[in-house]
């Protein structure tokens, strides 16, 4: 059974940093990109940022290019998000997916498994 399981939320002021890290598990036959999602309370669920296997391609939602960097972790079942000058807006809860093949179409019908989710909160 793939699990899919984010640490690294929590309550930061405007400007501050934050490092999500997501860790998959189980038994896989193929290689798979990985990615990030918010949804904020009363919204839709939505992409922030994804990276292939291999690490060499990544995508961002623009609100968070510049600001935010997804990385790949050495084993690759491992994945990062460094938020740096956050604002109230990403205040989110924020979740890893496991896509269910190493496409570079990071929308969200492509996710095969998702994390539980861990919550953001900015203040300003």
């Known amino acids: 059974q793939v699990r899919v399981v984010e640490t690294g939320g929590g309550l930061v002021q405007a400007g501050d940093t934050l490092r999500l890290s997501c860790e998959t598990s189980?038994?896989?036959?193929?290689?798979?990109?990985m990615g990030w999602f918010r949804q904020a309370p009363g919204k839709e669920r939505e992409f922030v940022a994804g990276?292939?296997?291999?690490?060499?391609?990544?995508n961002y939602m623009n609100s968070v290019k510049g600001r935010f960097t997804i990385s790949r972790g050495n084993p690759k079942n491992t994945v990062f998000l460094q938020m740096n000058s956050l604002k109230p807006e990403d205040t989110a809860v924020y979740f890893c997916?496991?896509?269910?093949?190493?496409?570079?179409?990071?929308?969200?019908?492509?996710?095969?498994?998702w994390g539980q989710g861990t919550q953001v909160t900015v203040s300003s």
């Open positions: 990276i292939s296997w291999s690490g060499a391609r990544t």
């Open positions: 997916a496991r896509y269910s093949s190493d496409s570079s179409d990071y929308s969200r019908d492509r996710v095969g498994y």
């Open positions: 189980g038994r896989t036959l193929n290689f798979y990109a």
